[in-house]
């Protein structure tokens, strides 16, 4: 048995109860089939007594339930299993982009539960009618999962651009936001979770940075290193080594879109020139397209481009080609910096990936030195354009598996 | 008091002796001024009888020593402080550049004891010659602090390319390596080095990755982050991460020489186009400067560079500020995507900090988004051209004061 790393919370606590709450419903959620109690106990050395005792309080606490009873070989009662609850507390994953807004609910057992999205251009939009709009959102979810009886124990909210450890959105270039407290602004009117002691009640953060947590999370458990790279409006990563998020110094990595694919080039947004983002983020792929000003929300565009390129239409693929071979020339620079062997593309690149990997494998090979011996994979990500706010709402998750001590003692 | 990380040898066997000399060692090794048994003990929490028994063996094999008597206020005997041995163990490092050689050994205590560079152009010479040449440097070093009373315990090995885990030098593109055993090619003859468990005969590491362990350990102890940029006829960075180098997932992170400055520039001897090598190696300097086929050695080149800079020649000044430019492109690009405050220009950049560092800044103020808010530091390292052969020593170093049973059961 492996066991899981220790809970903060719980350690810092000091209380063997949490630690076994913990442990067992770590053990719960990455089992292959539904445990039983005596399969926890042999687990994890605990005895069948304190076992049973802790299986109650997470049962009570919703936390856990009992699988329908398998009928077993030989004497004696069914063995009952014991699986992750999924009418008990949840995440909540909320999201703004340049052309949506999202909201998503996912519970413990990690499937989707709730997912809208609302589709308006953001740009004329104050920061504050944004995050108002968002607000009502968020508060159907909330009301549509409570009839299902569960829970939201945290938020975590993604949003393209760079936010501080307190949630003040810095910059956030293509939707014209600078220092924008977004936290007081959201929740100015009713919280939108329920306090739970251990899981940050709203968490901001950078969408690409979400969105490559939501595509670890998708993947199979382990430590898994890639590059996700969001193709949206803007263009972001998320890097992820050893199965963890690499966040940088100040929390602000992974700016892919503003590495310079040639100095010179045209000016971006931020001030620099020749941005990655000025030759394949979604508006110049769109104008080398012949389909600027066509002024289609990003999914329609990119679902747009996609039948376009499918079709065979020249200008389309031309445009794809010459959008992978500039995400070529920083992948592969990202590649020789870093030592990664994956590259997910993501969000609106996800469903343009049949014409964008074969330029960017094509660079790849030009310009990595180490290539030759050991190929870099490039693949579509598993969840697209909804990986941030699945990816956020995750996160939430995690926090309540690994500290339920706090979700068994909210105030009811 | 802080505990070390478990040395990985003392917990696989489980010894608590072993535990117990490496905590003392760390503890001699981290403090302001030499601790008295009495102050380890405080310090440790380990008894007063336990710590003597513990310094006991480590005076004796040669690992600590103590300290001049310091008088003290008060009645009773002068307290003896311990200090790091400076006659015990000690780590070689070794380096094979395109146009040098270099030998050094570094005490326990972090002092370079020794230190020859051999000056030649490599790359018409066969990879076991300029080895064979390298094992005489090595031998002449080994008995050179064999005088001192010092021992070589273990060996780290620079070289400009990409190394396996076994010691292969896949490529070395700029001395024109492919597929060199090294270890099995350098210590074809006698060993280098003294054999102690725990603690590798021959390691090889690339070039950058040594120069900026060397960096590390030469500034101030703790977590730092920052790029270190080693600029010699290739340009390679050590990308060191809350206080460890960061290897990738194959060893192979770190080539920023490649990263293309533009897409479509000159042919580069990886195969690539416009890659940052191309533009701010040295021989690209050289030859911008008007200063192409003078064939002087690397360190030579440099200082006639940095002279002829100060004396304000205009096309040496131009040069520099072209290098420094793309230079600043790459850097740009890395601190956008790993969000690291902090730019170290090592080997040959160094004594040409004061003409590359302005564009530098200048191309990170343009291209890089956070730079308003946090400004990023750009410095020369500390060590410069000798940073890799004293970091592969240092590393050395670590391993010993980390496992200093090995040491002290080695076969006498």
């Not at 999914?299 to 996609?306: G, K, N, Q």
């Not at 030195?369 to 995750?394: D, I, M, Q």
């Amino acid at each position: 048995m492996t066991r899981p790393d220790a809970p903060p919370g719980a350690v810092r606590q000091g209380s063997l109860r949490e630690w076994n709450l913990a442990l067992l419903l770590d053990r719960i959620a990455a089992a292959d089939r539904p445990p039983s109690r005596a399969e926890l106990a042999a687990d994890t050395g605990l005895t069948r007594a304190t076992v049973s005792a802790v299986v109650e309080d997470l049962l009570a606490g919703r936390l856990v339930a009992e699988a329908e009873p398998t009928p077993r070989a030989g004497a004696g009662r069914p063995s009952r299993g014991l699986v992750l609850a999924t009418d008990g507390p949840a995440g909540l994953g909320l999201e703004v982009n340049v052309d949506y807004l999202a909201a998503c609910v996912v519970d413990l057992a990690g499937r989707v539960r709730h997912h809208t999205v609302h589709r308006a251009d953001l740009r004329p939009v104050s920061p504050a009618e944004a995050l108002a709009r968002l607000a009502d959102l968020a508060a159907r979810a909330r009301a549509d999962v409570a009839r299902e009886g569960l829970t939201l124990a945290g938020a975590a909210l993604a949003v393209p651009g760079l936010v501080d450890a307190a949630g003040l959105v810095r910059l956030a270039p293509n939707l014209g936001w600078r220092n924008v407290p977004v936290p007081a602004l959201l929740a100015e009117g009713t919280p939108l979770t329920t306090h739970v002691d251990g899981v940050p009640p709203l968490v901001v953060d950078n969408e690409a940075n979400l969105a490559a947590l939501g595509e670890l999370h998708a993947g199979p458990a382990g430590r898994a290193s890639f590059l996700h790279v969001s193709g949206e409006v803007g263009v972001g990563a998320g890097i992820v080594l050893d199965g963890s998020l690499f966040r940088g110094t100040r929390g602000w990595s992974g700016e892919i879109g503003h590495l310079p694919v040639r100095p010179d080039g045209p000016t971006c947004r931020c001030g620099g020139r020749g941005c990655l983002e000025t030759y394949a983020g979604q508006e110049a792929i769109l104008a080398a397209a012949g389909l600027a000003g066509a002024d289609l929300p990003a999914d329609t565009a990119t679902t747009r481009l996609a039948e376009l390129a499918e079709a065979g239409d020249p200008a389309v693929r031309r445009a794809l080609a010459e959008a992978g071979t500039a995400l070529g020339v920083a992948v592969a620079g990202v590649v020789n910096l870093l030592d990664l062997d994956t590259v997910v593309l993501g969000g609106g690149y996800a469903p343009l990936a049949p014409w964008l990997r074969p330029p960017v494998l094509a660079e790849i090979s030009r310009r990595v030195l180490t290539a030759a011996w050991s190929p870099v994979t490039v693949r579509p990500a598993t969840l697209g354009a909804t990986a941030a706010a699945v990816g956020g709402a995750g996160s939430v998750v995690r926090r309540i598996l690994a500290h339920p001590a706090g979700w068994l003692a909210r105030p009811s």
